[in-house]
C-alpha cells in the first residue's frame, strides 16, 4: 500500500495495482441534472474519480456528467455503494447489476458495503459476494463504508480483505483507532464530508495560518492534511470554483508540527451516527 510520500502524490495504490485518485468530487446530496452539471464541470476540471451511492438517488445523473464529459470510460474511477437489502451473496450482484444500468457503465472501479447493519448479521457474506464480482472482472476493487474495527475483523476472520474504508473522518473527529487499524491491516481509509458539515474548524489559526502561509485556504489545507496522511478524501461541491480549489492541493506540503497542530482540533467526540444501530 503506497502512502502520500511527497506533495506531488495524487493516486494511492490499491490491492491489485489499483490506482485510485486520492481526491475525489463526492455527490451527495445531488439529484438529477445538478448531479450530471457538476460531475461534467469536475471531470474537465481534471478530476478523475467520482463517488456515488444508491442510496444517494444520482447514479443516473453521475453517469450522464460522465457521458457528458467524452472522457474514455477508463480515464475516470467510479466509486459507488449498496444497500442492506443487498446483503446476500445473490443480492450483491443484483445490486452491482442496478448500479452500472444507472450509471451506464459495465464495470466499477470501486464497490462498497454502505454500511455494517451488524444486527442484520449478513455483511460477511455480502462481502462474499464482492468478492466474486472482483474475481470475474466486473469491479476492480471491493471495500466498506463506515464499518468499525469489529466489523472489519468479522471480514478478516472470514479470509475477507476489504481495500477500502469510507469513513467520517475530519480534523475534529480523526478516529485514531480506526485510522491504526486499517494502516496494520494494509486499509486505505478515505474520508466523507472531509471539511466537517458546517466546517466551523475551518476558521481555527491551526488551518488558517498554514493557509496564508501557502497561499491556500483552510479548506484546501484541510484536504492536504488528509491525503499527505495517505488518507483519501471524497468533497462535496457543485460549484466550479470550490471544485478547482479541492483539486489543487498538490503543490504544497505541510511541516509535521503543521499536522501535529491540526491533529490537536480532535474533539473525541463520536461520530454522527453509530453504524451499530444506524445504517441503509
Not at 469536475?42 to 445523473?61: I, P, S
Amino acid at each position: 500500500m503506497t502512502d502520500a510520500t511527497n506533495h506531488s502524490t495524487t493516486h494511492f495504490q490499491l490491492p491489485g495495482d489499483v490506482m485510485m485518485p486520492a481526491i475525489a468530487l463526492g455527490t451527495y446530496p445531488m439529484q438529477g441534472a445538478e448531479a450530471a452539471h457538476a460531475v461534467e464541470g469536475a471531470l474537465r476540471l481534471g478530476y478523475r474519480h467520482v463517488d456515488t451511492a444508491e442510496n444517494y438517488h444520482n447514479e443516473e445523473g453521475v453517469g450522464e456528467g460522465i457521458r457528458r464529459s467524452g472522457l474514455p470510460r477508463e480515464e475516470v474511477f467510479i466509486t459507488t455503494k449498496f444497500n442492506r437489502q443487498w446483503h446476500s451473496i445473490d443480492g450483491v450482484r443484483q445490486a452491482f447489476e442496478n448500479s452500472v444500468q444507472r450509471l451506464g457503465v459495465d464495470y466499477l472501479d470501486l464497490f462498497l458495503i454502505h454500511w455494517p447493519n451488524p444486527e442484520q448479521g449478513t455483511f460477511v457474506e455480502a462481502f462474499e459476494g464482492l468478492a466474486r464480482l472482483q474475481t470475474e472482472g466486473k469491479v476492480r476493487a471491493i471495500g466498506v463504508s463506515n464499518f468499525k474495527p469489529k466489523h472489519l475483523q468479522q471480514l478478516f476472520d472470514a479470509g475477507l480483505a476489504p481495500a477500502v474504508n469510507q469513513i467520517q473522518l475530519d480534523p475534529e473527529y480523526r478516529n485514531p483507532q480506526a485510522q491504526q487499524f486499517h494502516r496494520e491491516h494494509g486499509i486505505r481509509t478515505e474520508a466523507y464530508t472531509p471539511l466537517g458539515r458546517g466546517g466551523a474548524f475551518l476558521h481555527n489559526p491551526a488551518l488558517t495560518e498554514p493557509a496564508q502561509k501557502y497561499g491556500k485556504t483552510a479548506a484546501q489545507v484541510t484536504l492536504r492534511w488528509h491525503v499527505q496522511q495517505g488518507i483519501a478524501a471524497a468533497p462535496k461541491s457543485a460549484h466550479p470554483q470550490r471544485q478547482q480549489q479541492n483539486l489543487d492541493i498538490f503543490d504544497f506540503e505541510l511541516t509535521d508540527a503543521e499536522i501535529a497542530r491540526i491533529n490537536s482540533l480532535d474533539t473525541g467526540k463520536h461520530a454522527r451516527q453509530d453504524s451499530e444501530s444506524f445504517g441503509h
